[in-house]
Protein backbone atom coordinates (compact mmCIF):
# COMPACT_ATOMS: atom_id res chain seq x y z
CA UNK A 1 0.00 0.00 0.00
CA UNK A 2 1.53 3.27 -1.07
CA UNK A 3 0.83 6.55 1.31
CA UNK A 4 -1.30 9.32 -0.48
CA UNK A 5 0.14 12.36 -0.42
CA UNK A 6 -2.67 13.99 1.93
CA UNK A 7 -2.50 11.14 4.28
CA UNK A 8 0.13 11.27 7.58
CA UNK A 9 2.85 8.68 6.84
CA UNK A 10 5.22 8.20 9.57
CA UNK A 11 8.98 7.50 8.76
CA UNK A 12 12.39 7.74 10.62
CA UNK A 13 12.69 11.50 9.46
CA UNK A 14 8.49 12.48 10.26
CA UNK A 15 5.53 12.86 8.17
CA UNK A 16 5.63 13.11 4.30
CA UNK A 17 1.87 13.30 4.45
CA UNK A 18 -0.08 16.55 5.74
CA UNK A 19 0.30 17.35 9.36
CA UNK A 20 -2.22 16.19 11.88
CA UNK A 21 -5.08 18.61 12.43
CA UNK A 22 -3.91 21.11 14.97
CA UNK A 23 -0.42 18.98 15.74
CA UNK A 24 0.67 22.35 17.46
CA UNK A 25 -1.60 22.00 20.60
CA UNK A 26 0.12 19.22 22.48
CA UNK A 27 3.62 19.64 21.17
CA UNK A 28 6.33 21.57 23.09
CA UNK A 29 8.26 24.52 21.26
CA UNK A 30 10.88 22.49 20.36
CA UNK A 31 8.31 19.84 18.68
CA UNK A 32 6.51 22.68 17.06
CA UNK A 33 9.72 24.62 15.77
CA UNK A 34 10.92 20.62 13.68
CA UNK A 35 7.35 20.29 12.24
CA UNK A 36 7.58 23.90 11.07
CA UNK A 37 11.24 23.03 9.32
CA UNK A 38 10.02 19.53 8.55
CA UNK A 39 6.86 20.74 6.24
CA UNK A 40 8.81 23.94 4.77
CA UNK A 41 11.86 20.83 4.17
CA UNK A 42 12.15 20.85 0.07
CA UNK A 43 13.33 17.37 0.04
CA UNK A 44 10.26 16.36 1.88
CA UNK A 45 7.74 18.74 -0.55
CA UNK A 46 10.29 16.50 -3.55
CA UNK A 47 9.57 13.29 -2.12
CA UNK A 48 5.58 13.93 -1.89
CA UNK A 49 5.58 15.01 -5.30
CA UNK A 50 7.61 12.11 -6.61
CA UNK A 51 5.70 9.75 -5.50
CA UNK A 52 8.54 8.45 -2.83
CA UNK A 53 8.39 7.08 0.89
CA UNK A 54 10.81 9.32 2.61
CA UNK A 55 13.29 12.04 2.11
CA UNK A 56 15.93 10.01 2.74
CA UNK A 57 16.23 8.53 -0.53
CA UNK A 58 17.75 11.88 -1.93
CA UNK A 59 20.84 11.19 0.56
CA UNK A 60 21.53 7.82 -0.98
CA UNK A 61 20.66 8.72 -4.23
CA UNK A 62 23.39 11.66 -4.05
CA UNK A 63 25.74 9.02 -2.27
CA UNK A 64 25.24 6.34 -5.04
CA UNK A 65 25.41 8.82 -7.87
CA UNK A 66 28.83 10.12 -6.60
CA UNK A 67 30.33 6.59 -5.95
CA UNK A 68 28.87 4.97 -8.41
CA UNK A 69 27.40 2.24 -6.28
CA UNK A 70 25.10 0.43 -8.53
CA UNK A 71 25.42 -1.71 -11.40
CA UNK A 72 23.18 -3.90 -13.12
CA UNK A 73 22.51 -7.55 -11.13
CA UNK A 74 23.54 -6.51 -7.76
CA UNK A 75 22.63 -7.72 -4.75
CA UNK A 76 21.60 -5.60 -2.45
CA UNK A 77 21.03 -5.62 1.62
CA UNK A 78 19.15 -2.49 3.13
CA UNK A 79 19.15 -2.65 6.82
CA UNK A 80 16.99 -0.29 8.65
CA UNK A 81 14.67 0.11 5.53
CA UNK A 82 11.13 1.11 6.64
CA UNK A 83 9.78 2.96 5.37
CA UNK A 84 11.21 1.89 2.32
CA UNK A 85 12.49 4.99 0.65
CA UNK A 86 16.19 3.68 -0.23
CA UNK A 87 14.71 0.09 -1.03
CA UNK A 88 12.49 1.91 -3.18
CA UNK A 89 15.39 3.77 -5.05
CA UNK A 90 17.84 0.91 -5.52
CA UNK A 91 14.74 -1.09 -6.74
CA UNK A 92 13.96 1.20 -9.26
CA UNK A 93 17.85 1.81 -10.40
CA UNK A 94 18.57 -1.53 -10.75
CA UNK A 95 15.38 -2.22 -12.99
CA UNK A 96 14.52 -5.47 -13.70
CA UNK A 97 17.91 -7.07 -12.44
CA UNK A 98 19.58 -8.06 -9.22
CA UNK A 99 18.11 -8.13 -5.99
CA UNK A 100 16.57 -6.50 -3.40
CA UNK A 101 16.28 -7.59 0.58
CA UNK A 102 15.68 -5.04 2.93
CA UNK A 103 14.73 -5.57 6.84
CA UNK A 104 13.50 -3.31 9.57
CA UNK A 105 12.21 -3.41 13.36
CA UNK A 106 9.12 -1.30 12.04
CA UNK A 107 6.74 -2.93 9.68
CA UNK A 108 6.96 -1.74 6.11
CA UNK A 109 4.03 -1.82 3.34
CA UNK A 110 5.36 -4.05 0.61
CA UNK A 111 7.34 -2.99 -2.71
CA UNK A 112 7.20 -4.66 -5.63
CA UNK A 113 10.67 -6.42 -6.20
CA UNK A 114 11.86 -6.30 -2.80
CA UNK A 115 12.12 -8.75 -0.28
CA UNK A 116 11.38 -7.66 3.22
CA UNK A 117 11.86 -9.39 6.35
CA UNK A 118 10.59 -7.69 9.77
CA UNK A 119 12.32 -7.93 12.92
CA UNK A 120 15.25 -6.63 15.36
CA UNK A 121 18.48 -7.06 13.84
CA UNK A 122 19.99 -7.18 16.92
CA UNK A 123 18.34 -10.80 17.61
CA UNK A 124 19.81 -14.04 16.24
CA UNK A 125 16.74 -15.52 15.10
CA UNK A 126 16.22 -12.64 12.77
CA UNK A 127 19.71 -11.97 11.74
CA UNK A 128 19.63 -16.69 10.48
CA UNK A 129 16.18 -15.55 8.65
CA UNK A 130 18.04 -13.18 6.68
CA UNK A 131 20.34 -15.47 5.92
CA UNK A 132 17.87 -17.81 4.65
CA UNK A 133 16.24 -15.27 2.35
CA UNK A 134 19.59 -14.58 1.29
CA UNK A 135 20.08 -18.50 0.19
CA UNK A 136 23.65 -18.14 0.32
CA UNK A 137 23.70 -15.50 -2.72
CA UNK A 138 26.99 -13.44 -1.80
CA UNK A 139 25.98 -9.61 -1.63
CA UNK A 140 27.57 -6.92 -3.30
CA UNK A 141 25.96 -3.79 -1.17
CA UNK A 142 25.04 -3.10 2.20
CA UNK A 143 23.31 -0.42 3.21
CA UNK A 144 22.72 0.66 6.75
CA UNK A 145 20.38 3.39 7.85
CA UNK A 146 19.79 1.81 11.03
CA UNK A 147 19.16 4.43 14.10
CA UNK A 148 18.16 3.73 17.58
CA UNK A 149 14.95 5.95 19.20
CA UNK A 150 16.33 8.71 20.49
CA UNK A 151 16.12 9.30 24.35
CA UNK A 152 17.51 13.12 24.16
CA UNK A 153 20.72 11.81 25.94
CA UNK A 154 24.11 11.01 24.02
CA UNK A 155 25.22 8.84 26.74
CA UNK A 156 22.58 6.77 25.95
CA UNK A 157 21.82 7.40 22.40
CA UNK A 158 25.44 7.19 21.34
CA UNK A 159 26.41 3.70 22.48
CA UNK A 160 22.87 2.69 21.15
CA UNK A 161 23.87 3.71 17.18
CA UNK A 162 27.72 2.34 17.50
CA UNK A 163 25.81 -1.17 18.50
CA UNK A 164 23.83 -1.38 15.45
CA UNK A 165 26.58 -0.11 13.65
CA UNK A 166 28.91 -2.35 14.85
CA UNK A 167 25.97 -5.25 14.15
CA UNK A 168 25.74 -3.91 10.77
CA UNK A 169 29.87 -4.39 9.74
CA UNK A 170 30.03 -7.53 11.33
CA UNK A 171 26.99 -8.74 8.64
CA UNK A 172 28.86 -7.06 6.34
CA UNK A 173 32.05 -9.28 7.16
CA UNK A 174 30.21 -12.24 6.99
CA UNK A 175 28.30 -11.11 3.83
CA UNK A 176 29.38 -9.03 1.54
CA UNK A 177 31.63 -10.73 -1.62
CA UNK A 178 34.91 -9.17 -1.83
CA UNK A 179 35.23 -6.08 -3.71
CA UNK A 180 31.96 -4.76 -2.63
CA UNK A 181 31.03 -1.79 -1.01
CA UNK A 182 29.06 -1.02 2.57
CA UNK A 183 27.18 2.35 3.45
CA UNK A 184 26.24 3.40 6.80
CA UNK A 185 24.84 6.22 9.02
CA UNK A 186 26.95 6.67 11.51
CA UNK A 187 26.10 9.37 14.79
CA UNK A 188 29.76 11.45 15.03
CA UNK A 189 30.96 11.13 18.81
CA UNK A 190 32.30 8.79 20.92
CA UNK A 191 32.98 5.44 19.32
CA UNK A 192 33.42 6.84 15.81
CA UNK A 193 36.36 7.12 15.22
CA UNK A 194 37.93 4.04 16.65
CA UNK A 195 34.72 2.64 14.20
CA UNK A 196 36.68 4.41 10.85
CA UNK A 197 39.18 2.79 12.05
CA UNK A 198 37.84 -0.41 11.58
CA UNK A 199 36.73 0.16 8.43
CA UNK A 200 39.34 0.84 7.64
CA UNK A 201 41.37 -2.31 7.91
CA UNK A 202 38.41 -4.13 5.80
CA UNK A 203 38.39 -2.01 3.23
CA UNK A 204 40.34 -0.91 0.18
CA UNK A 205 39.02 2.91 0.59
CA UNK A 206 36.75 4.70 3.19
CA UNK A 207 35.42 7.90 3.12
CA UNK A 208 32.64 10.23 5.14
CA UNK A 209 30.00 12.00 3.33
CA UNK A 210 27.51 14.65 4.52
CA UNK A 211 24.90 14.80 1.51
CA UNK A 212 22.95 17.46 0.85
CA UNK A 213 19.57 16.15 1.72
CA UNK A 214 20.79 15.38 5.14
CA UNK A 215 19.81 18.91 7.72
CA UNK A 216 23.09 20.82 8.58
CA UNK A 217 22.45 20.42 12.44
CA UNK A 218 22.20 16.30 12.47
CA UNK A 219 25.22 14.96 13.97
CA UNK A 220 24.73 12.34 10.82
CA UNK A 221 27.65 11.40 8.53
CA UNK A 222 27.68 8.30 5.64
CA UNK A 223 30.94 6.08 6.03
CA UNK A 224 31.66 4.40 2.79
CA UNK A 225 33.80 1.62 2.70
CA UNK A 226 34.49 0.24 -1.01
CA UNK A 227 36.44 -2.53 -2.25
CA UNK A 228 36.18 -5.11 0.36
CA UNK A 229 39.04 -6.59 1.27
CA UNK A 230 39.63 -10.68 1.78
CA UNK A 231 42.02 -10.40 4.66
CA UNK A 232 42.31 -7.26 6.93
CA UNK A 233 44.74 -4.81 7.30
Same mark, same amino acid.
Request: proline share 7%; net charge positive; hydrophobic share 40%.
Given at each position: ??????????????????????????????????????FADPYVKKAQAEGLRSRAAYKLEELIERDRLLRPGMVVVDLGAAP???????? $???????????????? *???????????????????????????????? =?????? *???? $??? *???? =????? *??????????? =??????????????????????????? &????????? &?????????????????????????
Amino acid at each position: MWPSPSSPFPNACGYLGAPPKNPMATRSKSSQRWLKEHFADPYVKKAQAEGLRSRAAYKLEELIERDRLLRPGMVVVDLGAAPGGWSQFVR $KALGDSGRVVAMDILE *MPSLAGVDFLHGDFREDDVLSQLEAMLGGQPV =DLVLSD *MAPN $KSG *MDAV =DQPRM *MHLAELAMDFA =DSHLKPGGAFLIKLFQGTGFDDYVREL &RRRYEKVVI &RKPDASRKRSPEVYALGQGKLLHRK
